[in-house]
């Protein structure tokens, strides 16, 4: 890792370590069969996020006018898996909430590997030699692993062994989840407080842009296939709504570049307003079923 501050090095990766334990406590080996009982909705799912949303990306950063820095910025959050918060809103709007779940958790796990690829080729075709930063592929998968992949197992542990416990504390972790994103956001913004007004204008229409053009490609590939409401709903979702948190770790403590963290930090302030948008009419639905009722 780059050498950092407390913040960076300490406090951002315990955030997101426990951000990924409580998706742990929510997950059980069940939801990873959802790949081999309803393949079609997870494979489309999955190609979506893993392949077309960083080709979208890479399209994106290819013709806008945008420093370098940013633009890997804007890859890092396309690579990244979702996060609880797709569950929780995919809950909300009555969606397939299942299908969400075992998309987070898959593609989570697979992000190991798909994430320090996808950065180091944006690295390498995005940015001069003169100014790439070093990317060690083997530091970064350990770290992606480390910060991903064994909270989510320690929870999943700890919900299969002490599952009173679970039952317990669950809903306080999301809660306190939810406290940590909130508190990684406003200490990404404040360390780059000086060049966020300009960094806000560079990057905020491209990240807008990302995420509004996923979500409408997520929903019209579910719908072209033939998916039904619900799985249309959890495939946006997830698709739209990405880790920040993940791709602030990896910009700010695995690089070590402030200005690769703006995008995803931006982009997790935006999705909410879209994905908001999105539900509005899923509500609307649900109270016009349940008045039919």
């Known amino acids: 890792m780059q050498d950092g501050n407390v913040v960076t090095q300490v406090i951002l990766p315990l955030s997101l370590a426990f951000i990924m334990f409580s998706l742990g406590l929510a997950l059980v080996l069940d939801d990873f069969k959802r790949v081999v009982t309803q393949p079609k909705d997870f494979i489309i799912g999955a190609v979506s996020q893993v392949v077309i949303l960083p080709l979208i990306a890479y399209g994106l950063v290819s013709v806008w006018s945008l420093d370098p820095a940013l633009a890997v910025g804007v890859m890092i959050i396309a690579a990244c898996p979702g996060g609880v918060t797709s569950n929780i ?3 909300l709007a009555k969606g397939d909430t299942a299908l969400s779940v075992s998309l987070t958790a898959v593609i989570s796990v697979v992000s190991v590997i798909t994430l320090p ?8 075709n995005l940015m001069d030699a003169a ?4 990317l060690s592929i083997v530091r970064t998968v350990t770290g992606v692993f480390l910060i991903t992949t064994v909270p989510v197992a320690i929870g999943m542990a700890v919900r299969h062994f002490f599952s009173r416990f679970t039952r317990w504390f669950e809903a306080k972790a999301q809660v306190i989840a939810s406290i940590l994103f909130v508190l990684v956001l406003i200490g990404a913004v404040l360390s780059v407080r000086e060049n966020i007004v300009s960094y806000f204008v560079q990057a905020g229409p491209i990240t807008l842009a990302l995420n509004v053009s996923m979500m409408v490609v ?3 590939i579910a719908n072209l296939t033939g998916l039904g409401v619900r799985q249309r709903t959890a495939i946006t979702m997830e698709c739209g709504l990405q880790n920040g948190t993940l791709a602030i770790f990896v910009a700010v403590t695995l690089i070590g570049n402030e200005a690769m963290m703006v995008p995803g930090g931006i982009y997790s302030l935006l999705m909410f307003v879209t994905a908001g948008i999105y539900l509005l009419p899923m509500f609307r639905r649900e109270q016009a079923v349940a008045a039919a009722e």
């Open 89 to 91: 809103l995919t809950h």
């Open 117 to 124: 690829a996808i950065v180091g080729f944006s690295i390498v």
């Open 131 to 134: 100014t790439a930063p070093e």
């Open 218 to 220: 997520a929903f019209t």
